[in-house]
């Protein structure tokens, strides 16, 4: 048995121009997801949509190591923190039919837990409060603009000024 030697590839065209670095990341981080056993990087930043958000704060995919020369029936190998590896074994056959949901194909047939320390995430942005109604002390002054967005924030502003500091004295 002889090994195929693949033809070289010829290197992508160059352009002359300044890239943004998140138009160069998939290559670089493809590379290095594979090397750690991800297929697809997606598994790692969508996460939190493949097993909804309170799961993904207690657990997070380490990798997926497939038998040999298949992509399929994989093992899934997660690190999850301490008090929450019984409820993960629990949910285990939930978590591989998100798994294999998001990926399209039984891509994973097993689950293993790894107790241990997550990676640091991005801590995520709480979603603005929603705007106070403006209290009719104020007047009629903003209710007058047209476009709604601005009025919103506007609004918004009045109110939490409002609810500080008290109302502004008018002369």
């Given amino acids: 048995m002889s090994k195929r030697v693949r033809a070289p590839q010829e290197p992508p065209p160059r352009s002359n121009r300044p890239r943004a670095v998140s138009e160069l990341l998939?290559?670089?981080?493809?590379?290095?997801?594979?090397r750690f056993g991800f297929v697809q990087?997606?598994?790692?930043?969508?996460?939190?949509d493949i097993v909804g958000?309170?799961?993904?704060?207690?657990?997070?995919p380490e990798s997926i190591r497939f038998p040999q020369g298949e992509k399929q029936n994989g093992v899934l190998t997660?690190?999850?923190?301490?008090?929450?590896?019984?409820?993960?074994?629990?949910?285990?056959?939930?978590?591989?039919?998100?798994?294999?949901?998001?990926?399209?194909y039984p891509a994973?047939?097993?689950?293993?837990i790894r107790q241990g320390e997550l990676p640091m995430?991005?801590?995520?942005?709480?979603?603005?409060?929603?705007?106070?109604?403006?209290?009719?002390?104020?007047?009629d002054g903003l209710r007058?603009?047209?476009?709604?967005?601005?009025?919103?924030?506007?609004?918004?502003?009045?109110?939490?000024?409002?609810?500080t500091r008290g109302l502004p004295k008018v002369s």
Avoid: C, Y
């Fill in 26 to 34: 998939p290559a670089i981080g493809g590379a290095a997801f594979r």
């Fill in 41 to 48: 990087s997606a598994i790692v930043s969508r996460w939190p």
């Fill in 53 to 60: 958000p309170r799961l993904s704060t207690a657990s997070a």
């Fill in 78 to 104: 997660l690190v999850v923190r301490g008090a929450h590896a019984p409820m993960m074994q629990h949910i285990a056959p939930e978590i591989i039919e998100r798994v294999n949901r998001f990926f399209g």
């Fill in 108 to 112: 994973v047939a097993r689950l293993q």
């Fill in 121 to 139: 995430a991005a801590p995520r942005r709480a979603a603005p409060p929603k705007p106070q109604p403006v209290p009719p002390e104020m007047g």
């Fill in 144 to 163: 007058q603009i047209a476009d709604p967005e601005l009025r919103a924030v506007l609004e918004s502003l009045a109110a939490g000024v409002a609810a």
